[in-house]
């Protein structure tokens, strides 16, 4: 199948910085890509779909202004926590594919805030 | 809006023996359903997935699923477990409702024991 590289894998930054994720797609042109956030022991919460060339789409309860998503081509989509806390801690994961027939999911990054 | 049940949280099984892991959906269009697997802090794997045709889907590492419209359900099966298949699982549907989006159950932590 196709491969989505998410890095970097693990990341421990202080509070009130912030820090960016990239996940690239290394074989194919993803033209959408969703970032999910999960939980110790939960499933996946969709966070946001990202559009190459346009503004992403965030689900409900998801700050924009503090997760910034950047899709500036169909190989790159970035997340960037923005003046990260404790409780943005959590394990960050991105996908993209062709629609609908199969997603491919990056790695994962696990972020700890301290 | 779609939704996904996955009934059991954990299911311990021996080493050999046959396993079903339980989903159900809900959603008011066409659906796609897929089977995920995830091994500690990594990304998610695809097991199987149903687009369309017949029922009954076999995927990777022996797994198999049978899509019953009916009782909208998407189990997950395996006649003979191996200490490796020790995971958690995601059942997760999608549909084009709203946009495309994949909806994940909660997991099933399948442990498998010797």
């Known amino acids: 199948g196709a491969v989505v590289s998410q890095h970097p894998s693990r990341v421990i930054c202080k509070s009130g910085t912030s820090v960016k994720i990239e996940c690239r797609s290394l074989?194919?042109?993803?033209?959408?890509m969703f970032w999910y956030r999960q939980f110790p022991k939960q499933s996946l919460m969709l966070m946001a779909t990202?559009?190459?060339?346009?503004?992403?789409?965030?689900e409900q309860g998801v700050e924009k202004d503090k997760f910034l998503i950047n899709h500036a081509s169909l190989t790159l989509s970035t997340l960037t926590v923005t003046s990260a806390h404790p409780e943005d801690s959590s394990f960050y994961i991105c996908?993209?594919?062709?629609?609908?027939?199969?997603?491919?999911f990056g790695q994962g990054t696990r972020l700890t805030v301290v | 809006a779609q939704s996904v049940t996955q009934l059991d949280s954990q299911v311990p099984v021996f080493e050999e023996a046959p396993v079903e892991l339980r989903c159900n959906y809900s959603?008011?269009?066409?659906?796609?359903l897929f089977w995920y697997v995830q091994y500690p802090n990594q990304g998610l794997q695809l097991l199987l997935k149903y687009l369309s045709g017949s029922t009954l889907v076999k995927g990777i590492n022996g797994f198999e699923a049978e899509f019953n419209k009916s009782q909208t359900s998407f189990h997950l099966r395996k006649p003979s477990v191996h200490i490796s298949d020790t995971a958690e699982y995601f059942c997760a549907v999608s549909d084009y409702v709203g946009g495309f989006k994949t909806i994940f159950g909660a997991g099933t932590r399948l442990f498998v024991k010797a």
């Open positions: 959603s008011s269009v066409s659906v796609y």
């Open positions: 074989d194919f042109q993803a033209t959408t």
């Open positions: 996908s993209g594919g062709q629609v609908p027939t199969e997603a491919f």
């Open positions: 990202s559009n190459e060339g346009s503004k992403a789409t965030y």
